[in-house]
């Protein structure tokens, strides 16, 4: 509906609106938003966005003035690193240091789904590939989850590029993953194939976002965002 709405190290939430050009002033901020600095915040309706934190919580938003809390999710029991929302579904996944992978409905606020220990903690990127199955990267782990049938597919272990903090994906067969040892980590679904490649950020590339065709964004505790651009093999 035209905010921004971002999250940080302060524990807040700032809902953000755009006044002209690529101008955005401030509307409100939520400053006690978490307990504790907040990890990620995604969209999940027009009206509606879900926030993720080292308090061990998944928080639920509407976006509509005055910005109240809807519900809070429990259950993890250390720090909740990444939340998604499955396509099509009123249901988001929440995955964290504690090697837990939760599913939510959002629309009745229960717990769902739950594998409690999935090879490895510090579950920090979640990804969903196809209609419930998803792609968890940790340190050092790869892991391919089927949500309908509540199992793990297989484990890529030991791939040694050490913690992974945001993946998105080139297109079907290509993944992007991006940690602390300043290299995009290309992996093919189809080969099963991994290779790195050197970027040029001085510190660890903490998120990535797809852009126009054939280019992506990638953010980095260097204190800047570089635009890239990608071609796909035949």
Not at 154 to 166: A, D, H, R, T, Y
């Amino acid at each position: 509906n035209g905010q921004l709405v971002t999250s940080s190290l302060d524990y807040a939430l700032m809902f953000w609106e755009l006044i002209e050009g690529n101008q955005y002033r401030i509307v409100t901020t939520i400053k006690k938003a978490h307990y504790d600095l907040v990890w990620k915040v995604i969209a999940l309706t027009k009206n509606r966005i879900a926030s993720c934190a080292e308090d061990r919580l998944i928080k639920i938003w509407s976006c509509l003035e005055p910005f109240t809390l809807m519900h809070t999710f429990e259950g993890h029991t250390m720090s909740v690193r990444s939340v998604i929302q499955l396509r099509g579904r009123e249901k988001i996944v929440s995955g964290g240091n504690d090697g837990a992978i939760r599913v939510w409905n959002t629309e009745t606020y229960q717990a769902e789904t739950s594998l409690e220990e999935v090879y490895c903690r510090n579950n920090h990127c979640l990804l969903e590939l196809y209609d419930g199955i998803i792609m968890v990267a940790g340190f050092n782990i790869i892991t391919f989850l089927d949500l309908n049938r509540v199992v793990i597919i297989k484990s890529l272990i030991n791939v040694e590029f050490g913690q992974l903090f945001s993946l998105i994906e080139l297109s079907k067969d290509i993944l992007l993953f991006v940690g602390e040892n300043l290299k995009f980590i290309l992996y093919n679904r189809e080969t099963e194939t991994i290779e790195s490649i050197q970027s040029t950020h001085t510190e660890p590339i903490r998120g990535l976002m797809n852009s126009k065709d054939n280019s992506f964004l990638s953010c980095s505790t260097d204190k800047t965002i570089r635009v890239w651009e990608y071609t796909l093999p035949e």
